[in-house]
């Protein structure tokens, strides 16, 4: 950001609309004059328009590149001026003249044009007026808010829509047709709304107020409104500038200045967006700017971030420090030109931004990716073998050794013990010839491929009830043909994907089963649960094949799984990480029934910098070193197994510690780009869902639609990656497209709070499981079967 002009007025212009447009902009002067500067040759004389008998109160430029329409206001006229005109005038010796087309209505707080520059919209505190610079006639009067108006738009994608907010604290939408209210919001916030904004890539609507809190809503059709997301811009400023500290390398101690310690408000007082070219990359869709008193803001509404920060306190080169109005013209070429007003000292700037400099977010670290580079190392704990003891039978000397008498394994009897034959042999004739049944193909048993473009599936199919026993977790098997759900009554239950037949029941914990997990052969699952144990079962037997347990370990154990192609257990307790190698042995002897002969052993135990781990994942369909592990500390770190420490580590994920991750590991029966297995999901109580890149360790969008307050509700990624499932605490389960913040499907018919979701890794097919014990499964409506 640099400054091309800084000007000196003779009064103060804070908290008024200046107007700025790509070649000129212009500034009130003595009260009721106005003064226009073009901006392409900044040293000829600004041009002077002379024709309000009251104070100017707001000023704006119209949208179109020729004829250039300025319309200012006073309390006594609202005047249209064609700028080129008046120049033409100015250099022949005429006086400049414009067109009045509203008088006496007055003292007006805001102006806009339509897109098309037909109309004008002219606010004062009481109502809106619909003006015509065409016909010079009021074309409608608005009224209806309950507190002084503060701005109004026009809607781009069509013109006879209206936005107004108001000191009251809500926003109206107009049809100017009918001149009605469509849709007014609740009161949103404690203070005043300033302006709105519309992001017409992604049909959202952009509400800020006086006290920094902007309000996201996405426009649908039947002028339907709905949350998107909201934003704090102080608390978003705390945590740019702890990530920016990370990024330097810089110490916390001693790092905040006295200036840090002052909490100062931050206004919204404009919002645009300047990234609407097509050229510019594709993430630039979801981006705008804040302009606030301190400085510029660009927000990434994908994942509710600050992408960059421009403070007027750290370009020493600015006249300006505090801003008390903005205009903004619209982008040319690849800069930007800014006018902002100061707010208090008598002075306006202008500033020229490079959007090539917004555009620039600092790096993460790269290199991450859940596929290995190289093959592990020689002391990598990913090598360790588990040693069996073999059965020592030692040979006496000087024994003879017994051989076989036949050289085949089976002896026909001689047939001492049957008893004798009494009948002799008779042929058997007309016998009927038997033509051998035809073997007929199983087609339920061959492998199909997961219908990658078929719908998210939002069709009920069938539900069960548990009898008021909460499903704290669900897993689908690999070949989706079974399913384990967690209970809260300390056991474990096997049902077929269809949810039909009995279940098979598994026993043996002593408190909620939290976590559940298959082994990529399907022959074993693992249930851990908070009576500090570890169980691994088989199909053979009702009883476990292992149990980790019995004082080792002294924290819960917050997530356990099979890893590295079943060759490892993996879980986490405490703040370490415990990496299994195990051998199952189903045989047993009646004498020493209960002695179990599967055996595991720690093959290495690493140790976060968490107090605690809150949860953990790692992927076991294909060798992978990585294990993403959350902690207490809101952290998420990205663990190398091969080398045996932590390779990166985000701070402050999330507002509250994470309770959930989920990476996006595909499906046997579905084919995603190998850049998509890099994507993985973080959720924390208050604070929705976000969506990670471990390429570039950095939030690549946000889902807030869903509710989560107090419980701690899971999601679960489709296996063809587009669709993401979600729990939540209004009785509803939400579908996500991934590609958008807003929710997809809310599947209703949920009795109480959805807390386990799983999608189907072979059919289109998601079960959902609530607080109170009832097991929901939807299909999609083209897959009725």
Known sequence: ?????????????????????????????????????????????????????????????????????????????????????????????????????????????????CFCDDRVAACTEAAIYILSPKTQETLSRLTGHLGPLTSAEFCPWNQNVLISTSEDRTFKVWDLNTETVVYQSFVLSAFPLLNVMFLESERFLVVGSADGQVFCYSIGDNHKFSPVTKLDLQKLEKRYKVQRRKMSHEAEVGESSTEDKVETSKPILALFCPFRNKNIHEINNSWFCIGSSDGLYVVDLATSELSKVLFFKEISSLSIHMAGA?????????????????????????????????????????????????????????????????????????????????????????????????????????????????????????????????????????????????????????????????????????????????????????????????????????????????????????????????????????GAQFYYLDKFVLLGSGPSLHLYLYNVDVTSD??????????????????????????????????????????????????????????????????????????????????????SYNLFLTSAITDGLKLWDLRTMRCVRRYDSHVIRCHPCFSSISPCGRFIATGSEDNCAYIYDIRSSLHLHKLHRHTDTVLSVSFNPAKPELLTGTLDGKLRLFQTSSRPD
């Open 326 to 558: 903005w205009s903004i013209s619209p982008k040319f070429e690849n800069t930007m030109l800014v006018l902002v007003s100061s707010l208090f000292t008598p002075r306006v700037a202008l500033m020229e931004m490079c959007l090539g400099d917004l555009e620039k977010i600092e790096k993460g670290d790269e290199g991450l990716s859940v596929f290995p580079s190289s093959p592990p190392l020689h002391r990598s704990s990913l090598n360790t073998e588990l040693k069996m003891k073999e059965p020592s039978n030692p040979k006496k000397k000087g024994s003879v050794q017994e051989q076989p008498l036949v050289f085949h394994s089976k002896v026909k009897s001689s047939g001492y013990t049957s008893s004798p034959r009494r009948v002799m042999f008779s042929p058997k004739t007309n016998v009927q010839k038997t033509s051998p049944p035809k073997k007929s193909k199983n087609v339920s048993s061959l492998h199909t491929d997961y219908p990658a473009e078929d719908a998210a599936p939002t069709i009920p199919f069938t539900d069960l009830s548990l009898v008021n026993n909460q499903v704290l977790c669900l897993q689908h098997s690999g070949d989706g043909k079974q399913i384990l759900c967690g209970l809260e009554d300390n056991s474990v239950l096997m049902y077929k994907s269809r949810l039909t037949g009995k279940p098979k029941i598994f026993i043996g914990h002593d408190k909620p089963v939290r976590s559940v997990s298959w082994s990529l052969s399907r022959q074993y699952w693992l249930s851990a649960s908070e009576d500090l144990s570890l169980r691994m079962w088989t199909h053979c037997s009702s009883e476990p094949a292992i149990v980790m347990g019995d004082g080792m370990f002294s924290k819960p154990i917050r």
């Open 1 to 113: 950001m640099k400054e091309k002009l800084s000007l000196i007025c003779d009064r103060l212009l804070s908290h008024q609309q200046i107007a700025c447009c790509q070649s000129f902009f212009g500034i009130p002067h003595h009260g009721k004059d106005l003064l226009i500067y073009n901006i392409l040759d900044l040293q000829k004389k600004p041009l002077l328009l002379i024709g309000h008998h009251g104070v100017v109160s707001a000023m704006t430029f119209g949208n179109a590149m020729s004829p250039v329409l300025l319309c200012s206001a006073s309390a006594d006229y609202i005047i249209v001026w064609d700028v080129q005109k008046c120049q033409k005038q100015t250099q022949k010796g005429e006086l400049p003249t414009g067109k009045v087309i509203g008088t006496l209505l007055g003292k007006i707080i805001h102006l806009s044009f």
């Open 590 to 675: 009646d004498i020493k029934r209960y002695h179990r002969r599967s055996v595991f052993k720690l093959a290495t135990r690493l140790k976060t910098s968490s107090t605690e781990i809150t949860a953990m994942s790692a992927i076991n369909d294909f060798l992978s070193y990585i294990v993403l592990v959350c902690g207490s500390d809101r952290s998420i770190q990205v663990v190398d197994m091969n080398r045996g420490g932590v390779a990166s580590t985000m701070a402050e994920a999330h507002s509250r510690s994470i309770h959930c991750i989920t990476q996006n590991k595909g499906s046997r029966f579905c084919t995603q780009t190998s850049d």
